[in-house]
């Protein structure tokens, strides 16, 4: 009896006989990201936080200093 595989990654990983099945995977459009600046995000978190006063928490801040955002 084979054994039946959902790829060719299955297959190597049991290290079994038998034919591919693959699937069809549907397909997805790209993504779209947006660029924020520093102070559309800063109006976003203090709405999520429902804080008009509130500040970005330090590790955020660190995370945009290092990828030259602020």
Same mark, same amino acid.
């Given at each position: ?5 959902? /790829? ?14 693959? $699937? #069809? ?8 990201? /947006?660029?924020? /600046? ?13 804080? %008009?006063?509130?500040?970005? %928490?330090?590790?955020?801040?660190? #995370?945009? $200093? ?5």
């Amino acid at each position: 009896m084979t054994e039946k595989f959902d /790829s060719k990654f299955h297959k190597e990983y049991l290290r079994g006989e038998g034919p591919i099945e693959e $699937r #069809q995977i549907a397909e997805i459009g790209a993504a779209v990201i /947006s660029v924020m /600046s520093y102070e559309e995000l800063l109006a976003e978190y203090r709405w999520y936080v429902k804080d %008009p006063t509130a500040e970005l %928490p330090a590790e955020v801040m660190e #995370q945009l $200093r290092i990828h030259g955002k602020i």
